[in-house]
């Protein structure tokens, strides 16, 4: 295993136990000469594959941690700050950490819910690592070339693990590995095979499409919203826009809507809100979905809706794009609470991680102003206990969401 060296004083983040390796540290590698003031030194040849093991170590040769490397502005993600061979045993550890604290907080080995995340990367000291729990079948992301590389050692303590929980693990990566690696991903099961796809949500049913569906197949982290949206369903009409998989609607349907409608640009999306709506209230009348772009959608509505979810895809991906995201929640916002009725509830929310909940709430105070509408906060929302937040790792907060009470 070789050793990364850091720069003199650039070993602070990793005794504060922060999980990455940032490229602009690293001083020198084993048998590679430092970088001349100037220069960057070319992580392309420096004698480690991308996905091997790595240890790194502060400028004096003190050891600081042990993780995955990888070319890019994080070099290496660490997977323990002991000094630990990363076998087998290793990643059952860490599984059954991460089992255990499912189990604590109510979500795995509950009767009425098998659909939750058991894997949330750096939360639960696997960077680069998701790994989502669907009734028997685990869907299993890989968002760093060194968990790529580890994927059938881990499927397999996975398996061990869960003792009996699971009988299937299905490898869903081809979009979230960097494509320079060059690693020829496909798709596919790594143990076991089904088409067995219904999954149980807080006594919901929802077919999950890991095939094609986006993320794992299914939004897991707004399960606690969704129930609190059903709260307020009650004698509702509810337009739910960005609907992908119908979450939001199917928990207003048993919440006692008026009425729902669902909104996305897709139509396969649209197909499937479609099929759990009859899964879970076969027959029922008080359902439509649209296959409609959502600001033209809002452009053309009346006001006939008093309980709203915007619930985009992330406007910003990167901090780059940060000015032009606000923007964008704040125009779909404004629209909303423009055609809104008096006494109606917004659920609005951000996936960005790059925006942060001050920039987003005034994003949604600004759209307030511009349609010149009185608003309340009711609740301030977050992701679930099972999508942990290190508090080593603050950028693992990337849920935000506001429940206003409209005047």
């Given amino acids: 295993m070789k050793t990364v060296y850091l720069k003199k004083g650039k070993e602070d983040s990793l005794l504060r136990f922060h999980p990455w390796v940032f490229s602009g540290a690293v001083h020198h590698i084993d048998n590679q000469r430092p970088a001349q003031p100037g220069q960057q030194l070319d992580f392309r040849h420096c004698g480690i594959e991308e996905g091997e093991m790595v240890r790194v170590a502060d400028a004096n040769g003190k050891f600081l941690a042990v993780g995955h490397w990888q070319i890019g502005s994080i070099v290496v993600r660490v997977l323990s700050f002991c000094d630990e061979p990363i076998v087998a045993q290793f990643w059952k550890n860490r599984l059954q950490v991460a089992l255990d604290a499912r189990i604590a907080i109510g979500v795995a080995d509950n009767p009425a819910n098998d659909t939750y995340r058991l894997v949330h990367g750096e939360g639960d000291n696997l960077p680069g690592l998701v790994i989502d729990v669907y009734g028997k079948t685990a869907v299993m ?58 999954a149980l949500e807080n006594g919901l049913k929802f077919h999950i499409d890991w095939f094609r569906g986006q993320k794992t197949g299914f939004f897991v982290d707004q399960r606690d919203n969704r129930s609190l949206l059903e709260h307020y369903s009650k004698g509702r009409r509810v337009l739910n826009m960005f609907c992908y998989t119908g979450g939001f609607s199917v928990y207003s349907m048993r919440g006692g809507a008026e009425l729902v409608h669902s909104v996305d640009s897709s ?42 979810i915007l619930d985009p895809p992330a406007f910003a991906k990167h901090k780059d794009a940060l000015r032009h995201a606000l923007k964008g929640y704040t125009k779909i916002n404004q629209k909303a609470l423009e055609k809104i009725r008096p006494g109606g509830i917004l659920f609005t929310f951000s996936c960005s991680q790059a925006v942060s909940k001050e920039q987003f709430r005034t994003a949604v105070f600004t759209a307030c102003a511009l349609a010149g509408r009185r608003a309340r906060i009711l609740h301030q929302l ?20 506001l429940v206003l009470y409209i005047e």
Avoid: C, W
Avoid at 141 to 151: E, F, I, N
Avoid at 158 to 165: K, N, S
Avoid at 272 to 298: C, M, Q, T, W, Y
């Fill in 267 to 308: 139509a396969k999306a649209v197909e499937l809100v479609n099929r759990n709506i009859e899964l879970n209230f076969p027959g029922d009348s008080r359902h439509k979905a649209f296959a409609e772009d959502a600001f033209k959608f809002l452009d053309e509505m009346g006001d006939g809706y008093d309980l709203i």
């Fill in 382 to 401: 977050h992701q679930p206990a099972d999508h942990p937040i290190n508090i080593y790792h603050p950028e693992g907060e990337y849920l935000k969401g």
């Fill in 141 to 198: 992301q890989a968002h760093s070339v060194g968990m790529h590389t580890d994927r059938l050692t881990i499927a397999q303590a996975l398996i061990e693990v869960m003792d009996g929980r699971l009988e299937n693990v299905y490898y869903k990566s081809e979009t979230t590995l960097p494509y320079k690696a060059e690693l020829g991903q496909e798709n596919g099961f790594l143990i076991g095979q089904t088409n067995e796809n219904i």
